[in-house]
């Protein structure tokens, strides 16, 4: 499958929160498979993972969008979702692959630029934590150069940037070799998800394949 260039993530707080099915519905029909969906929820217990996962599949098969269930290889197997994404020290990309149907996506989690080959290399990896967000508070973002320096050790992998990327910081992820960018509260903390789905959308792909800047140009904040 095409991995798309806007990864929309949730978390605890997105799961729980009133209409949230409708709203990732209304994010699904406007970005289409222009998006992958990540339904992520460390601490939401796998019932609440299957309930939404049921609601939204149907609308994940209508519009196209790429559909994953991070580190819950069960509840994307059950469900026949698109896939699955694993935590940096999760699961082995081969053996969430032994357990899934032929084509289905396995991504990874990276944050230090270490090569993933042979059976431990997965179809797309998300990389952060760039800037600074309310997630991780107190932290610095690496930066974009994260981006670069993950890239080099792993050429052709497509690579989607997460942490704090907002519509002006789109560029320099992209520019720094990224394949796309992953959003959470710029998406859920709006009124209208699809409308900053929209707004996203036209930003990212048309930064699409630039090409990279120099490392130089993205070293780590330190």
Known sequence: MKIPRLHLVTNDRVLAADHFVARATRAMEAGDARVALHLRGPDSGGRLLWEHGRALAPVARRTGTLFLVNDRVDVARLLELGGVHLPEHGLPVSEARALLPDGAVVGRSLHEPRALEGRERPDVALVGTLFTTPSHPGRLGAGPGRVTRIRRANPGLPLVGIGGVTLDRVSSVMAA?????????????????????????????GQADPAPESEADHEEDT
């Open 177 to 205: 070799g990224a394949h796309g960018v992953a959003l959470l509260r710029s998406v859920w903390d709006h009124a209208r998800p699809e409308e900053a789905v929209a707004e996203y959308l036209d930003v990212v792909y």
